[in-house]
């Protein structure tokens, strides 16, 4: 797998920075790593175990102790900065670099930018959204809904009725993700995130009607443009020989770019409604995730139930 990466220039427009060196070209400058690096060590001549794959954040502790150097340390220690040649430096709270620190960026062609947001708002932000962009991703067949605030991926095989199901979901108020192919993203160990490749966006195609565009037909409460992937549900054709899960005390997982996902098989047989059956298993996902199992609680009180005619019985047979 290609290990994922974004253009500079991208992440100046989605933060609305400025762009101070406005001389030095950004269209081939990518960045790869989420993470970013306030420089305080740095500064100060330590660059032992420093890389230059990240983003640098100069705040108002840096910019202070920056202005506090000589002219001749300045250049010393900017030269061994942004000789290292990151992908560009940020600085926060409006704050303006002096001009040996641009005069040393155009030199090493490090872009300089500048935002108006305070530091810790503005380093939260960028992680947060590089964290998403750079995230290992991956494509998937199926459908993507948002059901009670639960992300339901659907898959089968096509032509089953994954789009069906989702249209009728979007009637009853749920929200559309995307149809046909889901772009997954891994955001952390537990996290998966699902979106719609840019082309078919808010479009689904139906069998014998053709392609309908969900957003015009609905409005715009009737799709969302990124959900977590918390249940999969894999539509397969009924089967007579097969043993269908009837109690669901075992739950069956999926696993997604190394990451487990719940996932339940349904089969689909004529008559059967799907998009109820989908709204229970969101609802039933919720009520797992507060702590209450169906399931269990069933397992329970045939258990209460045995043991007190148990109990009964042996009294019957003492007296």
């Known amino acids: 797998m290609e290990k994922p990466e974004i253009k500079l220039i ?36 330590y660059f032992e175990n420093f890389s230059g794959d990240r983003i640098l954040i100069m705040g108002l502790q840096e910019n202070t102790y920056m202005a506090q150097m000589s002219p001749e340390r300045k250049r010393v220690v900017y030269d061994q900065l942004l000789a290292y040649k990151e992908p560009g430096v940020i600085f926060s709270r409006g704050l303006l670099p002096d001009d040996i620190f641009l005069e040393i960026a155009n030199k090493h062609e490090v872009p300089v930018l500048s935002s108006t947001r305070l530091t810790g708002s ?6 947060r959204w590089l964290n998403v962009q750079l995230a290992p991703c991956t494509s998937i067949h199926g459908v993507l809904v948002d059901c009670y605030g639960v992300g339901v991926l659907l898959m089968g095989e096509s032509g089953i009725g994954k789009s069906e199901a989702a249209l009728e979901l979007i009637k009853r108020g749920h929200r559309l993700v995307t149809d046909d192919v889901v772009e997954i993203h891994k955001v ?11 082309i078919t966006r808010h479009f689904i195609e ?4 053709g392609v309908v565009d969900i957003k015009t037909l609905f409005g715009v409460q009737s799709v969302i443009e990124t959900s977590c992937i918390d249940l999969v549900i894999k539509l397969e054709e009924w089967n007579q020989e097969e043993d269908y899960d009837r109690l669901g005390l075992n ?4 696993e997604i770019l190394g990451n487990k996902v719940v996932c339940h098989s349904i089969p689909i047989r004529p008559g059967r409604n799907l998009a109820i059956i989908v709204e229970a298993a969101a609802v039933n996902f919720r009520q797992k995730k507060m702590g209450y199992n169906a399931a269990q609680e069933l397992y329970k009180r045939v258990q209460e139930n045995l043991q007190h005619k148990k109990t009964r019985h042996s009294r019957l047979i003492d007296w």
């Not at 503005?122 to 992680?127: G, S």
Request: aromatic content about 0%; charged content about 25%; proline content about 8%.
């Open 188 to 198: 952390s160990e537990v996290t998966l995130v699902g979106t719609a490749p840019e």
């Open 122 to 127: 503005l380093i939260a932000e960028i992680i």
């Open 10 to 45: 991208e992440v100046m427009e989605k933060m609305d920075l400025t762009n101070l060196t406005p001389n030095i070209p950004m269209d081939d400058i990518i960045v790869t790593e989420p993470d970013i690096l306030r420089p305080s060590l740095q500064l100060t001549g």
């Open 206 to 209: 139906l069998r014998g009607i």
């Open 251 to 254: 739950e069956e997982h999926m």
